[in-house]
């Protein structure tokens, strides 16, 4: 999705409408919720913008069928409400939607949490448990960073896909399930599949149905409108009348924008605790993902002839303490998964030393955040 997130996680958009309007009077969510039209609108997500318009034609499509879908998209562009909206939207909508984020499971337990285990099993299984797949049985399963799966997993995922059986981890006996896997990337899966990181026969399997999620920057002024729902919710929560400011405004629309709709609701929060009454949204966008004429000071030099991983090195450290040590916020600026980000931290922990958030200045004497 590249939508904005409502506080209960969902994610929206506006249509493009009454801007001026908007841009003078804060307006609050029941104003913003009757300006919306019923083709602006897909489940809980929102948008006016022509790649949103063709998101929520995509997702109407395939939603009725049985196909497995594959969601790519950029973090932070809310791929999970997508394939909620999917679930929402198919004859199997009153069953369950799990979803597990491969990327956050370490190799070594992600076999359980896909396919349960038998009391015993391995250190630890004190009794029998369910997998996704079986809490999932009769309805949807999301895979969110499918591509993060080791190769062994993927050969054990897509038997699953093709059979509809599986053993649980020390279990005597297959289980059967009839389970729609929605999956999701922030790769491109072409290229995954290149490098040797996703199976082929695996990639066709669950991209019967392929959708794209736009980035929040190729939405034009659905960025505004977003960052107005975002401001009348939290007006509305606390009880207040804050406005953007006039540059505010301007800065929306100047800024990349690299973590999404996810960096913009966090922008506009942090900026709203920050403000008085007027909203200003440079002091709260990092200076790690800043513009580049912003900050021209904020780089990392490499020499020619450098290793390739000595460069990724030196630029993972450096983004890190410029993000006061967020691994989330890194892993984000960087376009990684945060398992990508702990593997690569595990890695240096021997050879380099990891800065201190808290410090004034990290390894490479770059400014950390206070």
Same mark, same amino acid.
Not at 130 to 135: S, V
Not at 159 to 167: D, H, P, S
Not at 316 to 338: D, M, P, Q, R, Y
């Given at each position: 999705?590249?939508?904005?997130?409502?506080?209960?996680?969902?994610?929206?958009?506006?249509?493009?409408?009454?801007?001026?309007?908007?841009?003078?009077?804060?307006?609050?969510?029941?104003?913003?919720?009757?300006?919306?039209?019923?083709?602006?609108?897909?489940?809980?997500?929102?948008?006016?913008?022509?790649?949103?318009?063709?998101?929520?034609?995509?997702?109407?499509?395939?939603?009725?069928?049985?196909?497995?879908?594959?969601?790519?998209?950029?973090?932070?562009?809310?791929?999970?409400?997508?394939?909620?909206?999917?679930?929402?939207?198919?004859?199997?909508?009153?069953?369950?939607?799990?979803?597990?984020?491969?990327?956050?499971?370490?190799?070594?337990?992600?076999?359980?949490?896909?396919?349960?285990?038998?009391?015993?099993?391995?250190?630890?299984?004190?009794?029998?448990?369910?997998?996704?797949?079986?809490?999932?049985?009769?309805?949807?399963?999301?895979?969110?960073?499918?591509?993060?799966?080791?190769?062994?997993?993927?050969?054990?995922?897509?038997?699953? =896909?093709?059979? +509809?059986? *599986?053993?649980?981890?020390?279990?005597? &006996? /297959?289980?059967?399930? %009839?389970?729609?896997?929605? #999956?999701?990337?922030?790769?491109?899966?072409?290229?995954?599949?290149?490098?040797?990181?996703?199976?082929?026969?695996?990639?066709?399997?669950?991209?019967?149905?392929?959708?794209?999620?736009?980035?929040?920057?190729?939405?034009?002024?659905?960025?505004? =409108?977003?960052? +107005?729902? *975002?401001?009348?919710?939290?007006?509305? &929560? /606390?009880?207040?009348? %804050?406005?953007?400011?006039? #540059?505010?405004?301007?800065?929306?629309?100047?800024?990349?924008?690299?973590?999404?709709?996810?960096?913009?609701?966090?922008?506009?929060?942090?900026?709203?605790?920050?403000?008085?009454?007027?909203?200003?949204?440079?002091?709260?966008?990092?200076?790690?993902?800043?513009?580049?004429?912003?900050?021209?000071?904020?780089?990392?030099?490499?020499?020619?002839?450098?290793?390739?991983?000595? #460069?990724?090195?030196?630029?993972?450290?450096?983004?890190?303490?410029?993000?006061?040590?967020?691994?989330?916020?890194?892993?984000?600026?960087?376009?990684?998964?945060?398992?990508?980000?702990?593997?690569?931290?595990?890695?240096?922990?021997?050879?380099?030393?990891?800065?201190?958030?808290?410090?004034?200045?990290?390894?490479?004497?770059?400014?950390?955040?206070?």
């Amino acid at each position: 999705m590249s939508n904005g997130y409502s506080t209960d996680g969902n994610v929206v958009g506006m249509p493009a409408q009454n801007t001026q309007e908007f841009a003078v009077i804060p307006a609050s969510l029941q104003e913003l919720g009757a300006s919306y039209k019923k083709d602006h609108r897909c489940g809980n997500l929102y948008g006016a913008s022509e790649n949103m318009l063709h998101l929520f034609n995509m997702i109407g499509k395939v939603a009725p069928t049985n196909a497995n879908v594959l969601i790519v998209g950029e973090s932070g562009t809310g791929k999970e409400l997508v394939a909620n909206v999917i679930h929402q939207k198919s004859k199997e909508s009153s069953q369950p939607f799990i979803a597990l984020n491969c990327g956050a499971v370490s190799p070594q337990l992600i076999e359980a949490e896909l396919f349960g285990s038998e009391r015993g099993s391995f250190t630890g299984s004190v009794r029998t448990q369910k997998g996704c797949f079986e809490r999932a049985d009769g309805g949807t399963l999301f895979l969110d960073e499918v591509t993060e799966m080791s190769l062994d997993m993927q050969v054990k995922l897509l038997r699953v =896909l093709e059979t +509809n059986r *599986f053993y649980r981890i020390g279990a005597d &006996e /297959e289980t059967e399930v %009839k389970v729609r896997v929605v #999956a999701a990337t922030n790769r491109d899966p072409l290229e995954a599949v290149a490098n040797g990181t996703l199976r082929s026969d695996l990639f066709y399997r669950l991209a019967v149905f392929p959708i794209h999620v736009p980035k929040l920057r190729d939405r034009g002024e659905d960025i505004r =409108l977003l960052a +107005n729902l *975002f401001l009348a919710q939290l007006n509305e &929560e /606390e009880g207040n009348n %804050k406005h953007f400011s006039k #540059a505010s405004y301007r800065l929306l629309n100047e800024y990349t924008w690299p973590g999404n709709v996810r960096e913009l609701k966090n922008i506009v929060h942090r900026s709203y605790i920050l403000a008085d009454q007027e909203l200003d949204i440079k002091l709260s966008i990092n200076p790690a993902k800043a513009s580049a004429s912003e900050q021209s000071e904020d780089c990392v030099t490499v020499q020619l002839g450098s290793k390739l991983a000595d #460069a990724e090195q030196r630029l993972i450290c450096a983004t890190l303490g410029h993000c006061g040590g967020n691994k989330t916020l890194t892993a984000e600026v960087l376009g990684v998964s945060l398992k990508t980000l702990y593997n690569r931290l595990n890695e240096y922990q021997t050879k380099l030393f990891i800065p201190d958030p808290i410090n004034r200045t990290n390894h490479y004497g770059m400014p950390a955040r206070n």
